[in-house]
């Protein structure tokens, strides 16, 4: 089991309201494990304590046996990369873009195996030719794709994405959907990932994770998709068919 989470509850103030409610949940080694859940569910917020930058109340959060509340941000981002909703780069080049990517390495000075990490990750994602233009200059697609790039050049173990495609065409959401594909079968990297597209999900997920009001009420595979746990979660009414082989969930309105 890489990824471990028991009875997690978290609030942003010490009186403030539970955000996260004994949140329990697996993931295996090199599996795409897909969040599901409205607006405002606790999504984001349950990716942030995941990744360090808040603290549960309580609970625990093990990746590959080890307690993931007891390391420091250095280390838990040598295990754990995260690609937010919004992406800021700053006026940088692409390929110091993405060595920013190995700073929990090399601290304030880069070597050359750091250098050598990042034309690996641009030449396997084809991004070499983009290597010296700046990011402002390239389209929601490329930016995207360096995102995915600076978080894979961490060499990380478990790569979160939070609505990676939420902003982009259909083309670059296909794009952005191979790419975390590429890195879960090539790379064995787990993938965490927050999506809105049912259907996007359902073509990309090993393992499903519905989450309401902060807490998970369902987790399992395809199983886990039905009529009924939709119109629950998300107060929607769809038809699930069966197309070629494959599950499509169909809006009833």
């Known amino acids: 089991m890489s990824l471990e989470i028991n009875d997690l509850r978290f609030r942003y103030s010490p009186k ?5 409610n004994d949140i329990d949940m697996r993931l295996e080694d090199g599996e795409i494990g897909i969040l599901l859940g409205r607006n405002g569910s606790g999504k984001t917020t349950l990716f942030k304590n995941i990744i360090g930058i808040e603290k549960p ?3 625990s959060m093990d990746f590959f046996e080890k307690d993931l509340l007891k390391m420091d941000r250095r280390e838990r981002a040598r295990l754990i ?4 909703q919004d992406i800021h780069f700053g006026e940088l080049s692409v390929f110091d873009t ?3 990517g190995r700073i929990s390495y090399f601290g304030f000075r880069t070597g050359r195996k750091d250098e050598e990490a990042v034309e690996r990750i641009l030449l396997d994602m084809g991004l070499e030719d983009l290597a010296f233009r700046s990011v402002t200059d390239l389209s929601g697609g490329e ?9 894979l050049v961490q060499e990380p173990k478990l790569l979160v994405f939070d609505e ?7 083309a670059n959401e296909q794009l952005i959907i191979e790419e975390a594909r590429k890195a879960s079968r090539e790379k064995g990297i787990g993938i965490l990932i927050s999506l809105h597209d049912l259907n996007q999900a359902l073509a990309l997920g090993d393992r499903f994770f519905f989450i309401k009001a902060g807490r998970i ?7 886990t998709f039905t009529e009924e746990m939709i119109k629950d979660v998300y107060g929607a009414d769809v038809r699930i068919a069966d197309v070629d082989g494959r599950k499509i969930v169909i809006s009833s309105v």
């Open 81 to 84: 990369a995260y690609v937010p």
């Open 217 to 223: 009420v369902k987790s399992g595979g395809r199983e």
């Open 57 to 59: 109340e309580s609970g």
């Open 16 to 20: 403030g309201p539970l955000v996260l």
């Open 98 to 100: 993405v060595l920013a």
């Open 143 to 151: 930016r995207q794709k360096i995102a995915i790039a600076r978080a």
């Open 164 to 170: 990676p495609t939420g902003n982009l065409d259909i």
